[in-house]
């Protein structure tokens, strides 16, 4: 299935419009809320937990877990699968994550998880590690670069994709019974993919860093492989879709190939800080659209908000290597404040176009189909870049500067918080959108795995079609939670249903949940200072 459609990026203005034509024709619009709609006050308001909601993130991810499972694995309906992946091709492809709920391994939204993950790790370990969390996120993140490792066999080769969309979504089967085609696809010079190339360099070089202390040595091979990949995609240039048709009808590289050049450019120069790959970012920030869009969304596609924001922070801190560049970082700058002011509404516009639509009970709006993916992107900036202007120096005034008024670091953190509050409850149906999270969440997932038996309580092989008679048609709850799992949440006006086959909205994605990991963990370790201080146990300093 189509994951939803991104914004173009300018490698051609006329296709860009005639996309965004079709797309104002395909989505409904829905009217422009303020946001300021009550929550009925029917039963009493559950506590938010982002504790428990960081531990289920956390797990939801072992639960996509593909390859040879561990002995420490914690979802017990899970088990071996896809132990064969790459063999056809005499390579060991074995592992990784699948994306939703299905059962192909698409190799572009799996690295930008990955890269959330890692991103999340930089900017709130310490606040992981707080919640006794940060060896569940570690292993997260390696779960998926030892993936990436295995699949980046030559300098100019990488596996971009193991299985077939049109044949897996034909079947409805367990990962464990699995008779769907692992045929592999690949970009190598000849099949170009600096896309994912890209991402996938971002992805190691970020997780370069988080394992810099405590594992050496595998910091520098992740390090090593995000230099070559990002090498690959930048001299043999190209989309990756236009490689391997396979993959157009689920993850159609929209927004091009630049942001992600510019994204592994801006992550390769903080893993290093060898000033050649910021010089990179900003010689070509004009061309490749870095300093040219104005975006109201993030995603697994449009890298271009993230950049920005990257690319702000170097600004914000004074880095002295970006001293030459200045006049350009705040190019950047303007334009991550763009995104940030849309998210909070103030930016300014007649039709309200420069801003990011509201549902009436608060969520950002921006697509119908698997809108909490932007919802939890946006939070995760939002949380980010509230900490960077709270630790910012001379260089910022702490503030940030829409046309419609200025907001302090911490206006952007209640609007991640009250994101992520809706995610988990606070909204008009009181449901969490978090599976397993709560006294209510949805139980009919579009998931294969959550939605049959469990392997290991009933062997009995489950062929392709028997699935979708037997189990995928059933209007029970899913009989395995699929705990931590962010399905793609309500529409426009807040109206959400529990259907197996409104793939729409409750089919969950890694990267959903991977950007909540580290607003997760931001929120909690603020609530127990909150509430250390109104219990008069914290340091006087911290209540300020």
């Not at 149906?429 to 290991?456: D, E, F, N, Q």
């Amino acid at each position: 299935m189509s994951r939803g459609r991104a914004r173009p990026a300018p490698d051609s203005r006329r296709a860009a419009a005639l996309l965004l034509l079709l797309l104002l024709l395909a989505v409904p619009v829905c009217g422009r809320g303020s946001g300021a709609a009550e929550i009925e006050e029917e039963e009493e308001e559950e506590a938010v937990d982002y504790g428990a909601a960081l531990s289920k993130s956390l797990l939801y991810f072992e639960a996509q877990r593909s390859g040879r499972l561990p002995h420490n694995q914690r979802v017990p309906w899970r088990g071996h699968s896809g132990l064969t992946d790459g063999l056809q091709q005499g390579v060991d492809l074995v592992g990784g994550y699948y994306d939703a709920g299905d059962h192909v391994k698409f190799g572009l939204p799996m690295a930008f998880t990955v890269t959330m993950l890692s991103w999340g790790a930089i900017e709130f370990g310490d606040d992981v590690a707080a919640a006794g969390e940060l060896g569940h996120a570690l292993e997260a993140i390696k779960w998926g670069t030892d993936y990436f490792v295995k699949a980046h066999t030559e300098p100019f080769v990488y596996w971009a994709e193991v299985g077939d969309g049109d044949t897996d979504h034909y079947c409805w089967q367990r990962p464990e019974d699995m008779t769907t085609s692992r045929q592999a696809y690949r970009i190598d010079r000849d099949n170009p993919g600096s896309d994912l190339a890209g991402e996938t360099a971002a992805a190691l070089a970020a997780a370069s860093i988080v394992f810099r202390r405590s594992n050496p040595h595998y910091s520098h091979l992740l390090l090593h492989h995000a230099q070559q990949l990002f090498e690959f995609g930048d001299r043999y240039r190209g989309t990756y879709d236009s490689s391997i048709a396979e993959v157009r009808s689920y993850y159609a590289s929209v927004s091009g190939y630049r942001d992600e050049l510019l994204w592994a450019a801006l992550w390769l120069h903080r893993a290093t800080g060898r000033a050649e790959y910021l010089r990179y970012a900003a010689d070509r920030a004009d061309d490749f659209g870095g300093v040219g869009w104005a975006m109201t969304e993030f995603s697994w596609d449009v890298k271009y908000a993230g950049v920005q924001v990257l690319a702000a922070k170097l600004l914000l801190e004074g880095d002295p290597q970006g001293a030459p560049h200045w006049a350009v970082l705040e190019q950047y700058k303007a334009k991550a404040e763009h995104y940030l002011c849309a998210c909070l509404g103030l930016n300014g516009g007649g039709n309200g176009s420069d801003n990011v639509e509201r549902s009436p009970g608060g969520m950002l709006y921006v697509r119908q189909w698997n809108n909490l993916q932007y919802v939890s992107s946006a939070a995760f900036l939002l949380t980010a870049y509230s900490g960077y202007l709270s630790a910012a120096g001379p260089a910022s005034p702490g503030l940030l500067r829409c046309p419609r008024g200025a907001a302090a670091p911490d206006e952007l953190l209640a609007l991640a918080r009250s994101q992520a509050d809706y995610i988990l409850g606070r909204n008009p149906l009181r449901l969490s959108y978090m599976v397993g999270y709560g006294r209510r969440y949805p139980v009919r997932v579009h998931h294969r795995g959550a939605s049959i038996v469990a392997h290991k309580a009933n062997s009995r092989f489950i062929g392709c079609m028997q699935g979708f008679d037997d189990w995928f048609g059933r209007g029970r709850a899913n009989p395995n939670v699929l705990a931590g799992a962010i399905v793609g949440g309500p529409n426009c006006r807040d109206e959400f249903r529990d259907d197996r086959g409104n793939y729409m909205q409750t089919e969950a994605c890694t990267y959903n949940t991977a950007p909540m990991v580290g607003v997760f963990a931001r929120l909690h370790r603020l609530a127990t200072a909150e509430e250390g201080c109104r219990r008069g146990a914290a340091d006087e300093a911290e209540c300020r």
